[in-house]
């Protein structure tokens, strides 16, 4: 079971735009600014785009943004691309336990 | 470029050892906090331990601890994970990453699979 909690599956239409969610606790999501997103194709490693909550390091396209409320990140993707289909995963800092955690991930589907 | 570059994966019998390498270039790896993350075939990512930049300071998740053991070399740019007492539960990709000074893992390696088999 992954610390942080991720809908398993988001999907929508080329130029909508889709959240996903990253339910924490105030250990973890709550204790702090330290949330980052990653993107990961299949077959590939995981890319970094978005970090301490809401910053986007550069190359990121500005469609990415994030931002975070109590426990609970959220990844924002706007005017949604067929190549933005992939996995996606939330990470904290966490002051109990493990030095950083992740969510299980969400598999979103452009339709 | 900012490189990572993991080797040592392979197959091992449970209870055996492996070690991982991962070669770092393109930046000044001794100021870089690093990290091992595992992610096992079809399933998500998994932090599994951390190293600060002098690697005076490590952590480990707490399935690994006790069998795995994190060093890095700043004169070589290298960073290891050794594991052992292996199980097929430490079966994965296992990717090297470098950590932002706050949060975030902006370099990745390309994973090196790691099967634990009999």
């Known amino acids: 079971q992954s610390a942080l909690t991720q809908p398993a599956s988001v999907s929508g239409f080329p130029g909508q735009s889709i959240t996903i969610s990253c339910s924490g606790t105030f250990s973890d999501i709550g204790a702090s600014n330290l949330v980052s997103w990653y993107q990961q194709h299949p077959g590939k490693s995981p890319k970094l785009l978005i970090y301490?909550?809401?910053y986007r390091p550069s190359g990121v396209s500005t469609r990415f943004s994030g931002s975070k409320s109590g426990n609970t990140a959220s990844l924002t993707i706007s005017g949604l691309q067929a190549e933005d289909e992939a996995d996606y995963y939330c990470s904290s800092h966490t002051n109990i336990g493990v030095h950083w955690v992740f969510g299980g991930g969400t598999k979103l589907t452009v339709l | 470029e900012v490189q990572l570059v993991e080797s040592g994966g392979g197959v091992v019998q449970p209870g055996g050892s492996l070690r991982l390498s991962c070669a770092a270039s393109?930046?000044?790896?001794?100021?870089?906090?690093m990290n091992w993350v595992r992610q096992a075939p079809g399933r998500g990512l998994e932090w599994v331990s951390y190293i600060s930049g002098s690697g005076n300071n490590i952590d480990y998740v707490d399935s690994v601890k006790g069998r795995f053991t994190t060093t890095r070399d700043n004169a070589r740019n290298s960073l290891s994970l050794q594991m052992n007492s292996l199980t097929a539960e430490d079966t994965a990709f296992y990717y090297c990453a470098r950590e932002l000074p706050t949060s975030g893992f902006d370099c990745w390696g390309h994973g090196t699979l790691v099967t634990v088999s009999s």
């Open positions: 301490d909550v809401g």
């Open positions: 393109g930046f000044t790896f001794s100021n870089y906090e």
